[in-house]
């Protein structure tokens, strides 16, 4: 009996996966919204990735939150000395890395960092049957591997996010207070000043919108790599290109959103 | 070495019955109409070339896989009827060695045998895990590598841990991918006495899926020749080679002559 079969698609090749694929990642979104109030939990496991996620972004955030702070303030200076407004320093800086670079900043060296290994480490997993082996014996590998990595960045890349906020405005109180004296708690206090609960709110709902699309888009990836140690690569680095697009796109869509609230 | 002693086989208690198995991946028709059964405490060698979809057939036993048509029973239970939960209990019976051992590798050996088990057994205490790991490695005479990393052993080293990891939760039923591919034959045959040693003192029921021939002759009750999507031939190892058709003869003197 000859088996042929006609291939059919609704609109053309590409398109069709195109929507199966967006169709595929939304089913994942909502498994992952599944089981995360499903027992077991995992607590350890996500207290592991907790600080996998933190150890190995810190010493890079550190740095880049530290340089943004000097160079930002550096490069704003010569600006609002044009109109004797230096005094006005700190609160612009305040705004622009609280508001702005401090979650951004940790957000993108997240997906390069912790996006890209969690995409490498479950591609890995998923090509050399790890996964398939958690599944036969009885492991749901969806909870123990997806669901603890997407709930740890989503926890710790707001952390990191103020973490990198504060070391910002430290750098940034270094360049201000070579030029002129002025003390850390006045400077802080200066930098806060025009910064109100609704901004900080903002901010961290960002980061963990942030967070969330870090571990997700890994997850996916990684989850459903192919063609052996070529689909690792492959996962990683889209891993890391898909996270930083959304990223950008949830930070227009956040910030008008909130400016929505603000004025309401 | 440890020679498989055939043993009687009860006909009537089947542990794995599959009847009328289809399964494709797009055009590709890899298992067109599969009928089996294997028995209580019996061993089955699938033998095929690669590609024919030996793996196959084992990922649809343990639910890895759907199948397109056809049932799959397995100690009494529609393999594709079961809920996550009854499947993942279905699945503590069921041990199956990877091709490629699938070991976890961010943990060592000795973690990757009380993973299985504290998972899925809540109550046990860490050193009551421990203790149950030491002895399924000294079993399968591996205990001095407790701490090692899975990328630092050897091929057939890996094999044994895998084997000994899905030991570990007391299965009824083994299914071995390709459990002698890609080692000497030295390793080989310690494979093929850890097979028959696991059979004889679990008293579990096996399918052994490999083209080696000695592999199968010497661990197995009954072969099974898949060809082109079915069982060509079912039978005692010199029934099934005593034909004249070119495949299977094809198969045996690649073995034995080259
Ligand atoms: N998940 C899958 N998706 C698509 N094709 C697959 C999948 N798994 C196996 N195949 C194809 O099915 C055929 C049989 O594969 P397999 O069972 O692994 O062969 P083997 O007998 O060597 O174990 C191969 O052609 C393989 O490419
Ligand atoms: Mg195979």
Redesign the pocket.
Known sequence: MMNKKVRKYVFSKVLDEYFSGNHKAYRFIALFFKELFKRPFHLREVINQCFEVGLKSLALISLTGFIVGIVFTKQSRPSLEEFGATSWLPSLIGIAIIKALGPLVTALICAGKVGSSIGAELGSMRVTEQIDAMEVSAINPFKYLVVTRVVATTITIPVLALYCSFVALYGSYLNVHAEETSSLISFYQSAFKTINFLDIAISVVKTIVYGFTIGIVGCYKGFNATQGTRGVGKAANQAVVLAMFLIFIEEVIIVQIANWIRYF | MQIFKPHVINKEESVISITGLYKS??D?D?LKGIDFNLYKAENVAVL??????????IKIIVGL?KPDRGEVVVLGKHVNQLNRKELDDLRLHIGFSFQNSALYDSMNVLQNLTFPLTMNRKNLTKSEANDAAEEILDSVGLKDKLNQMPSDLSGGQRKRIGIARTLILKPQIMLY?EPTSGLDPVTSTEIIELINEVQQKYNTSSII?THDLTCAKNTSNRIAMLLDGRFLKIGKFDEVFDTDDEQVKGFFNYNFIQ
Do not use: R
């Open positions: 991946f797009d590709l890899v095929g070339k690669s590609g024919s979809g030996k793996s196959v057939l896989l991918d899926i």
